[in-house]
């Protein structure tokens, strides 16, 4: 009984228990928190990769970038520029980090251009797996590579070998998202047709691009449709611009030419706008396949002991099937388990080779010191041999 008089009543009916009101409550805690968020974008310079990633999040995140000269280019190696910024949209915080690579395949040698890009996604997973595996993990910084922009020169006439050399590199660590950088250079016809070549090499050399789910069954058609239209779009064809131009009365973002206005938000001038609805309705998917997919295999890996573990694949979720016992034991211990396992067949046979070689040396001791006899003029003599 409340001591002022006031009395406790239930917020709904009768009948009602309440916990369908769980989902709002995951929602306020989210919000409370915030988001974290990191993209990485590759591509030679000079493809409009910090004007795409301003136009995304109509942020500023490159406000002071310096312009390499045509002579500083050429003794320029690859680096890593991570910028970090804050963006708060109706109360919901995002850290968003953006990781450039200025100087990737700028110079005539570009053999090992993209090796600094691989050691940083490396060195991220490193750092998660440390923080997790340390005594506090309330407050894990989540810096891992999310989704990787690549850009696509629309002049190349589809892949060059360092486009296919890098993505075989780190299709397995990262999220692949090809994007065919200024677009308006091309007709339509010829955007169809530099896609259609960039996706027929992409099957020819085995790349695992990010694939977005399958819908469910119980989604509404509209939903179903926004994928489908999504899937097609691969790779997206985009132009960026932060000019805002006024075309008949109404204000919007895009490119003045002596022909007309190219218009960033439109999706009969470009696939902007698609690319940037598949990058956030599928954010928290990004994150999720990070976490299953890429950092369990490096985690696997290297608690392997820097063995080569089973890689895992991402499956449609109708198809996903679990063995019971793999399924009650921890992911660690079936990657120890597996190597102890490898580690030990191969001494078996090593103990195997080292014993039929003794053997056979044991064997021809013998046989050189057995004496041999020989008969001469009737009578038999000993003779070692």
């Excluded at 030679?44 to 990633?53: C, D, N, P, R």
């Excluded at 050429?74 to 963006?87: F, G």
């Excluded at 690579?101 to 053999?111: A, Y």
């Excluded at 940037?276 to 490096?298: A, C, F, G």
């Amino acid at each position: 009984m409340a001591t002022d008089g006031r009395q406790f009543t239930a917020p709904e009916q009768s009948g009602y228990v309440g916990f369908a009101n769980l989902p709002n409550q995951v929602h306020r805690k989210s919000v409370k928190k915030g988001f974290e968020f990191t993209l990485m974008v590759v591509g030679e310079s000079g493809l409009g990769k910090s004007t795409l990633v301003n136009s995304l999040f109509l942020t500023d995140l490159y406000p002071e970038r310096h312009i390499h000269s045509a002579a500083e280019k050429i003794s320029q190696t690859v680096k890593i520029d991570a910028s970090t910024v804050e963006i708060e949209e109706r109360g919901v915080k995002l850290r968003l980090t953006v990781v450039d690579t200025p100087g990737f395949g700028d110079s005539l040698n570009s053999q090992d251009c993209f090796k600094p890009i691989i050691q940083y996604i490396d060195s991220q997973f490193e750092r998660y797996l440390e923080d997790e595996s340390g005594l506090n993990r309330r407050h894990i910084v989540d810096n891992r590579v999310h989704c990787c922009f690549y850009f696509i020169n629309p002049s190349g006439h589809g892949l060059r070998p360092l486009d296919i050399s890098f993505m075989k590199a780190v299709h397995h660590k990262v999220n692949i998202v090809p994007v065919i950088a200024k677009s308006d250079t091309l007709t339509l016809q010829e955007c169809q047709q530099l896609k259609r070549k960039v996706m027929t090499q992409i099957a020819e050399n085995g790349i695992n691009l990010y694939s977005l789910p399958d819908c469910d069954e119980d989604e509404d058609e509209d939903y179903r449709e926004q994928c489908r239209l999504l899937k097609e779009a691969v790779p997206f064809a985009v132009i960026g611009a932060n000019t805002v131009i006024e075309v008949k009365g109404k204000k919007v973002r895009g490119r003045m030419y002596p022909w007309g206005v190219v218009e960033v938000e439109n999706p009969d001038h470009c696939d902007f706008i698609k690319l940037r609805t598949m990058l956030i309705t599928h954010m928290q998917d990004l994150q999720e396949v990070t976490q299953e997919v890429h950092y369990e295999n490096y985690r696997a890996e290297k608690l392997g002991g820097g063995g080569t573990a089973p890689k895992k694949s991402r499956k449609p979720r109708n198809e996903e099937t679990f063995n019971e016992t793999d399924k009650r034991r921890p992911e660690g211990q079936q990657a120890d388990i597996s190597e102890r396992e490898k580690q030990l067949q191969e001494k078996e046979q090593e103990l195997r080779r080292m014993q039929e070689m003794i053997t056979k040396m044991q064997a021809e001791m013998n046989q050189r010191n057995t004496p041999q006899k020989t008969q001469q003029n009737g009578e038999v003599k000993s003779q070692n041999v």
